[in-house]
């Protein structure tokens, strides 16, 4: 089971080195498990959505609450745009 972030089902800007890293697990997890498949060994993907981390925090450093409200109803929104693997 690979762990990976709703980040990487969609492009964006402001992160490309997350947004990419996140994305080539999906990749590798897709490809692990047509490879292995013969082998009845099944690969499985989590990507969860929004949680208030400190990466999610820093992202909103210095903006006022209105901001803030802003950025979240962006992620979202994103969350309700993108589909499980």
């Known amino acids: 089971i690979n762990l990976t972030s709703i980040g ?3 492009a964006g800007g402001g992160v ?6 996140k ?3 999906i990749h590798f997890t897709k490809c692990a498990a047509i490879e292995l498949a013969p082998y009845e060994i099944r690969v ?3 990507a969860p959505g929004h949680i208030r981390t400190a990466i999610v925090a820093s992202s909103a450093h210095g903006m ?3 901001k ?6 962006g992620i979202r929104a994103q969350m309700r745009a993108d ?3």
């Open 16 to 21: 490309l080195t997350y947004r990419a890293s």
């Open 44 to 46: 499985n993907c989590l």
């Open 8 to 10: 990487g089902l969609q």
């Open 23 to 25: 994305a080539a697990i």
């Open 64 to 66: 006022g609450a209105e």
């Open 83 to 85: 589909r499980p693997l």
């Open 68 to 73: 803030v409200a802003k950025f979240e109803a």
